[in-house]
Structure formats: structure tokens, C-alpha cells
């Protein structure tokens, strides 16, 4: 056989390809995923996140530790820590994107046969968190 009619370029991108699955399968299976209790709601995140929540009092590129974890596992869905309630040492570190407003919402008082109706609305402030880590000690 001619090693000429091969040609190199072939065998490299096949290895690159490879690789890559390789890297992807590895991510896949190695991301930690966390249930985290904020601000009275409970929210499943991952490193890399963006999480909108309730306003907080602090400025951009701040950094804030959630604590309050209640669950911990991995992407194949086999529970890793479990909190009675809160797992022990755990931690999610993130930091503030951004403050806004959302959407707004509208609040409407009727009572019928009385021809009374009320409409009022707001916009919540809210904060846009990026989760940076999830780490257990």
C-alpha cells in the first residue's frame, strides 16, 4: 500500500473528530447540576447559567454565594447529594449581570353587576445572576 494515497490531512481531521466527541461525552457526563433555594423559589441551575430573580441589593459584577442547596447531581440524573434539607458544605457562587425591570404586570379588581373595575400594574425589579460554580466541601 502507498502511504502517499493516504493522506495525512484525512487521518488528523478524523482524529480532531474524535477528540471532540470524546470532550462533548466528557462534559456531558460531568456536569453538575444543583437545586437552589433564593429568594422563596426553588431553581435547578448549572454552571454557566443566567438566573433571573427577585431584585437584590447589589451592584453589577458583584459576587453573591447561594448557600441554601438543596440537591446536587450530576447529567446522568444519579442523585449525588441529597439535603435533609440543605446539603451540607455545599455551595453555588454567581455573580450579578445586571439590575432591570421585567415585564409588567397587571393587577385587576372586578365585582360584577356593580359596574366597578380597577386596573393597576408594575414592573418588577429584578437581577440577572450568572452562575459561576457549583462546589461541595
Not at 13 to 36: E, G
Not at 107 to 114: A, E, P, R
Amino acid at each position: 500500500m502507498n502511504v502517499g494515497s493516504v493522506g495525512y490531512e484525512s487521518i488528523n481531521t478524523k482524529c480532531v473528530d474524535f477528540l471532540k466527541k470524546i470532550l462533548i461525552f466528557y462534559l456531558y457526563c460531568f456536569q453538575m447540576y444543583a437545586v437552589v433555594a433564593f429568594k422563596g423559589h426553588q431553581r435547578l441551575v448549572q454552571e454557566g447559567d443566567t438566573l433571573v430573580v427577585d431584585a437584590v441589593d447589589l451592584e453589577k459584577d458583584e459576587k453573591i454565594e447561594l448557600d441554601r442547596v438543596l440537591l446536587l447531581f450530576d447529567a446522568a440524573g444519579d442523585p449525588v447529594y441529597i439535603g435533609t434539607p440543605t446539603v451540607p458544605g455545599a455551595k453555588v457562587s454567581a455573580t450579578v449581570v445586571s439590575n432591570q425591570k421585567g415585564d409588567k404586570i397587571r393587577v385587576i379588581k372586578f365585582q360584577g353587576k356593580k359596574r366597578y373595575k380597577r386596573t393597576k400594574g408594575f414592573r418588577p425589579h429584578q437581577t440577572t445572576l450568572s452562575i459561576n460554580k457549583i462546589s461541595v466541601s
